[in-house]
């Protein structure tokens, strides 16, 4: 049992490239999150899940995108990547509302 | 907006000494209060899970309390492994968790 993985666990993108951040969650768990930590702000979330098919925006989508075609599987896109999302992200899953669990994240630097 | 607020930032404790982190947020209807601990480059552990005051929950040297206005999470006697960011969330309703910006705890042997 997994739990939760994520990949790349490090990348370095240029300004403008494109990405897609995968999360896997072997729980079967309908909610999958993405959050974005930068040094002394906290956790922000990006987009998250109830199910598959359903997706909705949280606290700080803009030039993100997701999708989920799969219980297990919740890819984050980035598109033209610019410097301010240089962070490090994580993915998490939970049964219903209750506790979530976290990927290992992936640091992401954009130059 | 619902809020969550995080004290002190960072703690540094010599070790056997014990103390309490704050957690205490704006209240639009509480669905449960989560600690979770975060070692540097990894991603947050849970810990505990509250929903109502007047629950304590307990495990090794950590016990969390829950209040209608705030949560503490007691270290009692720390070790330096004890050593981590220890961050606050709250359901406040609805899918989503609010999260804390955390406590930096530095145990000192």
């Known amino acids: 049992n997994a739990g939760v993985t994520q990949t790349p666990k490090f990348r370095i993108l240029k300004i403008g490239q494109s990405m897609t951040l995968q999360c896997t969650q072997d729980m079967n768990h309908n909610y999958m999150y993405w959050y974005r930590q930068d040094p002394g702000m906290g956790l922000k979330l990006i987009y998250y899940s109830v199910g598959a098919g359903i997706t909705d925006k949280g606290e700080v989508p803009n030039g993100y995108n997701v999708s989920r075609s799969t219980t297990e599987d919740f890819p984050l896109r980035l598109e033209l990547a610019a410097p301010s999302q240089t962070s490090v992200y994580f993915c998490?899953?939970?049964?219903?509302?209750?506790?979530?669990?976290f990927g290992p994240g992936t640091r992401l630097t954009v130059t | 907006e619902d809020q969550v607020t995080q004290s002190p930032e960072a703690l540094r404790l010599q070790e056997g000494e014990s103390s309490s982190l704050n957690c205490s947020y704006t209240?639009?209807?509480?669905?449960?209060l989560f600690w979770y601990r975060q070692d540097p480059g990894k991603g947050p552990e849970f810990l505990f899970t509250l929903y109502s005051a007047g629950e304590e929950k307990e495990k090794e040297r950590l016990k969390a309390t829950l209040t209608k206005k705030e949560s503490f999470l007691h270290i009692t006697a720390p070790k330096p492994e004890d050593s981590a960011t220890y961050l606050c969330?709250?359901?406040?309703?609805?899918?989503?968790?609010?999260f804390g910006t955390g406590t930096r705890l530095t145990i000192i042997p």
């Open positions: 209240v639009s209807g509480l669905r449960g």
């Open positions: 969330a709250i359901n406040f309703g609805n899918e989503k968790l609010t």
């Open positions: 998490a899953s939970s049964s219903t509302r209750r506790e979530q669990y």
